[in-house]
């Protein structure tokens, strides 16, 4: 069936390194992929999305990778700021994109 | 900059009442989802609507909901009956086609006591 989750449940970085945040995905006919950002409280933001004719898509700070052999995804964040603390979920589209199957979600804390 | 909103903020309720939950989409947006978002866990689909009707649901949408668009601008969520595992958030989400990216309302939190 159709699942997306995530290897850390939580990520601890400090201020100014670099953030991966990882994803696994088992609906291989998913075409469309996202990457949103949650603050408390608050609903699911956009970051950056990626189809699967592509393997990396880079936007402002983030990359996100794609590597459809192990159905796998990551969003890495440079030069991580306080302001990225958040919940990451990553999430695909399937089924001629009705709706999005979310991943469990990773927690980034930001250290200053 | 075009945003998704949604009322109330939060919104408490007896067991048993009927709730709707009410989200003005993108205006230019055709495709409209309701997601549930338990304390702590994942978000969830439960519904997708586009042309005036609902082209997918989840298992966690029975009988208790209802999606509504009564005018041009409004997507209403309706439980009949709630119970106390409908305590979560619900965010509205809407994309102008499919298969692209959704914009999220700031949701409503729904507890039922």
């Known amino acids: 069936g159709e699942s997306v989750g995530l290897h850390l449940p939580t990520l601890s970085v400090q201020e100014g390194d670099n953030s991966i945040i990882n994803c696994a995905y088992s609906?291989?006919?998913?075409?469309?992929f996202i990457w949103y950002k949650q603050e408390s409280g608050k609903g699911p933001q956009f970051i950056i999305d990626?189809?699967?004719?592509?393997d990396k898509r880079q936007g402002q700070r983030v990359t996100v990778l794609l590597n459809k052999t192990v159905k796998h995804l990551s969003l890495q964040i440079a030069a991580t700021q306080p302001g990225d603390s958040a919940v990451y979920f990553c999430?695909?589209?399937?089924?001629?994109?009705?709706?999005?199957?979310f991943g469990a979600g990773t927690i980034l804390r930001v250290k200053s | 900059e075009p945003e998704v909103t949604q009322t109330p903020s939060h919104q408490v309720t007896q067991m048993g009442q009927e709730v709707i939950l009410r989200c003005v989409p993108i205006?230019?947006?055709?495709?409209f989802y309701w997601y549930r978002q338990i304390l702590g866990q994942k978000v969830e689909f439960l519904v997708s609507?586009?042309?005036?009707?609902?082209?997918?649901k989840s298992e966690i949408f029975d009988d208790q909901f209802s999606v509504e668009r009564p005018d041009g601008s409004n997507f209403t969520l309706k439980i009949r009956s709630t119970k106390l595992e409908d305590s979560a958030m619900y965010f509205c989400?809407?994309?102008?086609?499919?298969?692209?990216?959704?914009?999220f309302g700031q949701g409503t939190r729904l507890t039922v006591v």
């Open positions: 205006s230019n947006h055709l495709y």
């Open positions: 990626i189809r699967s004719n592509m």
């Open positions: 609906n291989s006919a998913s075409d469309y």
């Open positions: 999430a695909e589209i399937t089924d001629w994109g009705n709706k999005l199957v």
């Open positions: 609507f586009y042309n005036n009707e609902i082209s997918e």
């Open positions: 989400a809407s994309s102008g086609e499919t298969n692209t990216e959704a914009f």
